[in-house]
């Protein structure tokens, strides 16, 4: 796997194309929109300056040529078909939309070489619904590969095996890519949220209908999480830091796979993402974010 096409810019797509790039790899971004491709070049250009600030400080020379080594390892395009026409591994990083995803994968197959391995990073949906559309051949070299946000910081790596659907041989090479990229590797098998949504998403749940009964408030649940669990941040501060939209989309998916009524909708949640309040990356969620810096909001 010396060449990797990574589909989707965004927070994840550019993780996952960075992570891959310093492990030596040729990487093509993918992405339809030219200024989410550009956004996603600054942001890795800026992850790696801070890698480089700490690796190489009093070494600038070395440092600089350490980070134009892997930005020469990435390219960028807009043109899916030729985008992917030359990889080993393309990882789909895009919006969860099952349709989407179906007829992205099912173009990609066209135009991938035979024996190149697809990956969803999908957190909700299933992998094997993703892969319906590609052909059979396809289907034994599909498999998921669940990356966590921020891509260069987290070190872990759900890899799904589709039962009756993924090879060993692919499974397999999935692992042993978390390995190059240095990330420690889970199996997972294919069932709603793997190993740590399904986990995780129970959690923020449960910790927002806390809020919801008026039994804390928002910080000193966030503050019980990450002083009684070690856990780095709250749920509140997670899920704002995630997208409170983000938050909408799973908890339906989730209910609508799994059925169980943990995941039903959080009343408040769904108010804020309809107000456009989606946490970080609009300023205000749970908490206002003002210069940097995280305030508790005193109107919810």
Do not use: W
């Not at 990609?108 to 035979?114: F, G, R, T």
């Not at 889970?186 to 959690?203: E, Q, S």
Request: hydrophobic share 40%; glycine share 8%; proline share 3%.
């Amino acid at each position: 796997m010396s060449n990797l096409s990574v589909i989707g810019a965004g927070s994840m797509g550019s993780g996952i194309a960075q992570v891959s790039a310093q492990s030596g790899m040729k990487v093509t971004l993918v992405d339809l929109d030219q200024k989410a491709l550009d956004r996603a070049v600054r942001t890795i250009d800026k992850s790696l300056n801070r890698v480089v600030k700490k690796k190489y400080k009093g070494k600038e020379q070395e440092g600089k040529l350490f980070k134009d080594q892997i930005m020469n390892n990435i390219t960028t395009s807009t043109d899916l078909e030729c985008g992917v026409s030359g990889a080993d591994l393309v990882i789909e990083a895009i919006i969860e939309n099952l349709a989407v995803k179906q007829d992205m994968f099912q173009k990609m197959d066209n135009a991938a070489k035979s024996d190149c391995i697809f990956a969803s990073n999908t957190s909700s949906l299933g992998v094997r619904e993703i892969a319906d559309q590609v052909s059979e051949n396809r289907k034994t070299q599909f498999g998921g590969l669940h990356f966590f946000n921020p891509v260069p910081m987290m070190k872990l790596l759900e890899v799904v095996q589709v039962d009756g659907m993924t090879s060993d041989d692919t499974f397999k090479k999935l692992e042993n890519y978390g390995k190059i990229i240095g990330k420690t590797t889970v199996k997972c098998k294919d069932t709603p949220g793997f190993i740590l949504n399904r986990l995780l998403i129970a959690y923020n749940q449960e910790s927002v209908r806390m809020y919801e009964r008026g039994d804390a408030s928002i910080v000193d649940i966030d503050t019980a999480m990450k002083l009684g669990c070690g856990y780095p941040m709250g749920p509140f501060e997670l899920i704002d830091y995630t997208g409170l939209d983000i938050a909408v989309d799973v908890q339906a998916v989730m209910l609508k796979r799994t059925g169980n009524p943990v995941f039903a909708e959080n009343p408040i949640v769904n108010k804020l993402a309809a107000a456009g309040d989606l946490g970080i990356k609009s300023g205000r969620g749970f908490y206002n974010y003002v210069d940097g810096k995280r305030i508790p909001r005193d109107d919810l």
